[in-house]
């Protein structure tokens, strides 16, 4: 076969697969990529949220969590520190995950949830918010974002918000732009609606949020409420900064809130899709508020400002080139695979 043969057989294969036709706004970008199959599997295979399990504070599956969100943020790239601390002679662990900001180093926002429970398995409460933590950091932490972001599950949130509290004292003079509280987002009341929940002085933070979800929340509605000083925001709104929680509408009448039936094994329990949905809400948000950047648009050959077919086309017609190639993206004076993969990795790229 000659080079050109083949590389429209290359093209075909991952044509079948479907290059996916992305929307040109890079929040909805980021927040297509936040994959509910992805979700569960945290949710059900590393936070231990089956029948039996417990992370209290005691409970023989706490720290056998927290070290399964330590290796999964490690496994994307991110700095992670285990912030110990002791209360009532017990020890208690953030897991402190840190993407750099690339331009505003010092700003932060930063996404919280709680892995400790009441000595239950917890799935809503608060599995689901740590689950949408790992999530919207697996997507997130391939792209350079302008501001920090920390994701930071906190610990003994049931003793009565003491890991946050913590945090937030040895915190005081950081540039923390805006704090989110993922706290039982997986259960559906049969309104599919969020809750946000927080100060007025929070309002701007809250707005924004409930504007995101309206945009990226993939049709989840949401209703903005007062204050709520029962999770890990509320440290950060007593020290001035703008936080709030998330949490699923009416979520104190789930009927399985602090028993052994918050687990993942309750049939018809938890809601996947409405989690789902608040992680791709939060990381949207994120996206456009943290400033996620996007490099330039490489593939797109004929700078029309989309990266698209007419692109492909002429990296093809010019494929096997060795000078002067239009389609040789690399450089190396050949129009080949590697420029094709190029291509394809920009692809529905807009500036
Ligand atoms: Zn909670």
């Not at 972001?149 to 049931?158: H, L, Q, S, W």
């Not at 007025?200 to 993939?218: D, R, V, W």
Request: with cysteine.
């Amino acid at each position: 076969m000659t080079r050109r043969v083949v590389g429209f057989l290359l093209v075909a294969a991952l044509m079948a697969g479907g290059p996916v036709a992305f929307a040109s706004d890079i929040g909805q970008q980021i927040a297509d990529q936040i994959d509910v199959v992805s979700y569960q599997y945290y949710l059900d295979e590393e936070l231990y949220t089956h029948y039996g399990h417990s992370r209290g504070i005691s409970g023989a599956e706490h720290n056998l969590a927290r070290d399964n969100i330590v290796e999964i943020f490690q496994g994307f790239g991110l700095q992670v520190e285990l912030d110990e601390f002791e209360h009532w002679g017990q020890p208690g662990w953030n897991v402190v995950a840190t993407q750099v900001g690339t331009v505003y180093a010092d700003a932060q926002y930063i996404l919280g949830a709680h892995y400790d429970s009441v000595d239950n398995p917890g799935a809503d409460d608060d599995a689901s918010g740590v689950a949408g933590l790992l999530e919207i950091a697996r997507v997130l932490s391939q792209y350079e974002t302008e501001y920090t972001i920390k994701y930071i599950a906190f610990d003994m949130e049931e003793l009565g918000l003491i890991g946050s509290q913590i945090y937030v004292d040895d915190h005081l003079d950081d540039d923390i732009r805006g704090m989110i509280q993922s706290d039982m987002i997986a259960w559906d009341y049969g309104v599919y609606s969020a809750e946000i929940l927080g100060r007025t002085a929070s309002l701007p933070l809250k707005n924004a949020l409930a504007a995101a979800i309206n945009e990226y929340g993939n049709g989840l509605s949401v209703v903005v409420s007062g204050p709520s000083d029962g999770s890990d925001h509320a440290p950060f709104e007593w020290a001035g900064f703008q936080a709030c929680q998330l949490a699923e509408q009416y979520r104190r009448s789930n009927p399985h809130y602090h028993t052994q039936l918050d687990s993942v094994d309750t049939p018809a329990y938890i809601s996947y899709e409405l989690a789902a949905d608040c992680a791709r809400s939060v990381a949207g948000f994120l996206a456009d508020y943290a400033g996620v950047i996007v490099g330039p648009c490489v593939g797109d050959v004929d700078g029309d400002g989309d990266t698209d077919q007419a692109d492909l086309g002429i990296l093809l017609t010019d494929w096997g080139c060795t000078s002067d190639c239009v389609g040789d993206l690399d450089g190396d004076d050949d129009t080949d695979q590697s420029d094709l993969g190029i291509l394809l990795a920009d692809w529905g790229c807009t500036p």
